[in-house]
């Protein structure tokens, strides 16, 4: 308890010691310092420090030197570079420097707990200053009088101190003031300099680690002057137009020094200096008079000055000043040259006569026009022509032949020279060998071999090549000692045409032509390719030339590359002078993808996919099936028309069989037992030649088929089944259906007369009186023997009127188209449909039925069938039991109509046994 009191109270003091100011000094009172005190360092050298502690610290809070802490910018230092010298003093060794920072601080550990700060220092690292090297001055003359020396020198290194740079001159008997350099450390400015005296220079750097002193500088002011340049510099044209003067003002005395001079020059636009030679002037002068210059040119002047034995310095350059020669005659002759169009006639020649316009140092002036002279050399009478031209160009029409052209240029001094151009009927001279191009430094170079023969001059034409304008024609004409120039202006990825002409003393040498790039790259562009023709195992492509704007270099080859939709990719490479392909050994009936790639030297692109398929069948296969089918068809229809032709007789007994004549049947013969109830006179009016077109029928109305007995309807039954089977056939009499449809009526007798009717022979037949086709109308009779009892309606007609004997019988007529309704004539023969409608008396419409006593079972009709008779007959009596009328119909192919058709009837009596002929 009393111990820690204790450190309480120790550590109470320390904060009073520290912080309580003293009454005597007034200062703030220490427990310790550190020496030495904020020291300045050369970098990489040792460093110790000390901390000594008071004596009252010691006494009071029992504190020790090994209680001692240094630190660096609050970093502990490592206690291997601590020393205990005794109980008050540690010190703390630094073996380099450059690792020590700011602020170094003793620190002490008070109770073993509390860290208190005892003193800090702030180190400064540095290096002594180097020796000044390289000291040089030069007095600028500032005005007519006045001249400042400034002195420069290289500081050396930089020393991280705070150094002080001092300039010091002075004479062998005189020292002068310092010059202290303000806000650098290596130049100084002396205001006034003396001249015509030796002057010694030095220069001292002075830190806190050292002083150092330049070697000094002995000279004389005026060997070190640099002058003013000369001033208002005018210039003058003389009575040459090659000579122009210059005069200008010195700003130095010659009492003072004598100056020599240096003049340059370069014509306007030109960035190209040309001097006077040093030795015209060399001596001074105020004026000089410059020649050789061209006439007719703006040149821009400047002088500047030195001390005449070259000690010291060169003035600047003067300020420009420009001037202008006069005119003279043009130097030359304007380069010529022709382009001959022979499209409208070979024998008349549209000559595009084209010169360039003379360069400045050519002109000598400004050209005021140009003269032309075209003289025809094939025919010495023609007179020679002479134009004016303002222009760079004219157009001739000349007949073909050689001419000589002359051109002459004209200023305001005089005429050039005469250019000559000679235009010969043909090239028939040599051309130049191996002509070719090669880029360099963005000019294209084109060179050739010269021919054997003397060339006076090459002319070298070349143009831009464009798919959708002409081809602009630029031209140069170079000496014929020249193989090979330099063509300015070309553009990269452009594709130009290149011509070179010799040009001789009597004619001219063909042109020898050449494509060329400056750079290239890859095309724009791939082509776009497409199908020409597509087979079954080969399709022909065909693309497009890339445009020469889209080549954007020579195309070297053109890749194809196909494959179907999961297989590989195959490559075939084409000349790039071909626009047609054949892919052969493909697949049929398979779906390809094409496309197509365009190289050049410095690239490729593809252009677009294209898709195509491939034929299932190749060519001819199609052919050779169709073709042998069609034949052996045609052979097939050729042999049946033959054997149909061979077989007319037969077939047309099958399909237009020989209908029999009802007119010749003896039913015609028949003698009515009853008087008939129509008022026909003769046979001849009842069946008139051709009067009946279809069918007689004979009406039998059935009310009930009540009236049947059991064993009557059974023989129908069977032959209800038949029906089918005999429908469409021709009749029993040799009708056919669509002619008549014979229905047979049997008629029950009643309970009374069964069994004599049963005994009795019932005959049933048709009477036909029409023409069959195309063949004479005629009357045919039908006869045919039963055994089958009569309908009992046919018997008693009583019967069907409630049974009243007294009820008299019906009467039956043949009627011709029976089965038809008149207003219904009009329907087809084929058509056979029965009309059912409520049973009425005599509407019975059906076959003509007659029922004749006869002994023999057999039918009489001519080609009538019993099975036919029986399904007429079951079909009709089905009709009747229902109690309704069956109506069937026949119609002929052609049939009359309702009007045309006549009408007969042959009146039929019902009795008791049967019926009875009319």
């Known amino acids: 308890m009393f111990s820690r009191w204790n450190w309480v109270a120790c550590g109470f003091y320390l904060v009073l010691s520290i912080c309580s100011p003293d009454a005597s000094s007034g200062l703030v009172q220490s427990c310790g310092h550190i020496i030495p005190e904020s020291p300045v360092l050369a970098l990489g050298s040792n460093f110790t420090a000390l901390c000594i502690l008071n004596e009252s610290c010691l006494d009071f809070g029992n504190i020790y030197a090994s209680q001692i802490i240094w630190k660096i910018k609050n970093r502990v230092v490592p206690k291997e570079q601590y020393r205990e010298i005794n109980r008050t003093v ?23 707990q509390i860290e208190q700060n005892i003193y800090g220092i702030t ?8 020796k000044p090297k390289n000291l040089s001055c030069i007095v600028h003359q ?28 002075r004479w062998p008997e005189q020292i ?16 006034d300099s003396q001249f015509f005296v030796n002057t010694e220079i030095w220069v001292e750097a002075t830190n806190a680690l050292g002083k150092a002193v330049s070697d000094p500088l002995v000279v004389d002011p005026i060997d070190i002057v640099k002058p003013l340049p000369p001033q208002n510099v005018s210039i003058t044209s003389g009575l040459l137009p090659t000579v122009l003067q210059l005069v200008w003002e010195n700003w130095i005395s010659d009492a003072v020094m004598t100056l020599k001079f240096n003049i340059r020059y370069r014509i306007v636009g030109d960035t190209n200096w040309m001097e006077v030679p040093p030795e015209d002037t060399a001596s001074p002068r105020t004026s000089f008079s410059i020649q050789g210059l061209r006439p007719y040119t703006e040149y821009v002047f400047s002088i500047r000055c030195m001390k005449e034995d070259g000690v010291g310095y060169w003035s600047d350059w003067s300020e420009e ?49 140009y003269e032309l002279t075209v003289r025809d050399k094939s025919s010495l009478s023609s007179p020679v022509k002479k134009y004016n031209v303002t222009s760079t160009n004219y157009t001739l029409q000349l007949r073909e032949g050689t001419y000589e052209v002359t051109l002459i240029a004209r200023n305001s001094v005089g005429p050039s020279p005469p ?39 090459y002319v070298i034409e070349w143009c831009l090549m464009s798919s959708s304008s002409d081809c602009i024609i630029e031209w140069q004409i170079v000496l014929g000692d020249v193989q090979g120039i330099d063509l300015k202006g070309i553009k990269p990825f452009k594709c130009y045409l290149i011509t070179v002409y010799p040009l001789y003393a009597d004619g001219q040498g063909s042109g020898q032509s050449v494509k060329a790039y400056l750079k290239q790259d890859r095309p724009s562009k791939g082509p776009t390719v497409q199908t020409k023709k597509v087979g079954k195992a080969e399709a022909v492509l065909t693309w497009n030339h890339l445009t020469v704007e889209e080549q954007n270099g020579f195309i070297r080859n053109y890749t194809i590359l196909y494959k179907t939709i999961d297989g590989n990719e195959t490559v075939v490479t084409v000349d790039p002078s071909k626009t047609e392909y054949t892919l052969s050994s493909l697949t049929s009936d398979t779906l390809y993808t094409v496309r197509m790639m365009a190289s050049t030297d410095n690239g490729s692109r593809t252009g677009p996919d294209f898709t195509f398929t491939t034929q299932k069948f190749g060519k001819g296969e199609i052919e050779a099936i169709v073709v042998p089918v069609c034949l052996a068809f045609l052979l097939i229809v050729l042999l049946g028309v033959l054997f149909c032709f061979n077989k007319r007789d037969l077939i047309k007994k099958h399909i237009w069989p020989i209908v029999p004549d009802p007119s010749k049947s003896n039913i015609a013969q028949w003698s009515p037992q009853v008087p008939a109830k129509h008022n026909i006179s003769s046979k001849d009016q009842m069946y008139p030649e051709g009067s009946f077109t279809d069918v007689s029928v004979v009406e039998i109305e059935a009310d009930d ?4 007995s059991e064993q009557d309807l059974k023989p129908f039954d069977l032959l209800k089944k038949e029906k089918s089977t005999s429908e469409g056939h021709s009749s029993g009499i040799g009708g056919s259906s669509c002619m008549s449809s014979p229905r047979q009526s049997v008629s029950d007798s009643d309970e009374g007369e069964t069994t004599q009717n049963t005994s009795s022979t019932v005959q049933y037949s048709t009477v036909v009186l029409n023409g069959y086709r195309d063949q004479t109308p005629v009357q045919v009779f039908s006869r045919s023997e039963s055994t089958q009892p009569l309908l009992d309606s046919e018997e008693r007609s009583e019967d069907h009127a409630g049974g009243a004997d007294s009820t008299p019988q019906r009467q039956q007529y043949f009627r011709q188209n029976g089965g038809q309704d008149e207003t219904n004539t009009d329907r087809p023969c084929f058509e056979r449909t029965k009309q059912i409608t409520h049973a009425n008396e005599g509407d019975l419409v059906g076959f003509v039925q007659l029922q004749i006593s006869g002994q023999s079972s057999q039918p009489l009709g001519l080609g009538m069938e019993k099975n036919t008779q029986e399904a007429a007959v079951s079909d009709v009596l089905q009709a009747c039991t229902e109690g309704q009328t069956v109506r069937p119909e026949t119609v002929e192919e052609n049939p009359l109509s309702v009007d045309e058709m006549p009408k007969s009837y042959l009146p039929q009596t019902v009795r008791q046994g049967g019926y009875m002929p009319q």
């Open 90 to 112: 540690s010190s703390v060794t630094f073996n380099d420097t450059s690792t020590l920072a700011t602020p170094l601080t003793c620190n002490i550990l008070a109770d073993g």
């Open 123 to 130: 180190v400064t690292v540095g290096l002594p200053p180097e």
């Open 142 to 169: 500032e005005s007519r009088f006045t001249y400042a020396m400034t002195c420069t020198w290289n500081p050396g290194r930089h020393t991280f101190l705070d150094t002080q740079f001092r300039l010091r001159y």
């Open 176 to 191: 002068f003031p310092d010059c202290i350099p303000k806000d650098v450390n290596n130049s100084c400015t002396i205001d």
């Open 321 to 369: 000043k420009t001037g202008i020669t006069i005119e003279d005659k043009p130097s030359k002759g304007p380069p010529i040259w022709r382009i001959i169009d022979t499209s409208q006639s070979p024998a008349c020649w549209t000559v595009h006569l084209i010169w360039k316009a003379l360069k400045p140092y050519e002109a000598n002036g400004v050209i005021l026009q």
């Open 419 to 457: 250019s000559v151009l000679l235009i010969p009927a043909s090239n028939s001279k040599a051309p130049v060998k191996n002509l070719r191009t090669l880029p360099k430094h963005d000019k294209l170079w084109v060179g050739w071999t010269a021919p054997n023969n003397y060339v006076l001059k």
């Open 705 to 708: 088929k009540k009236s049947f």
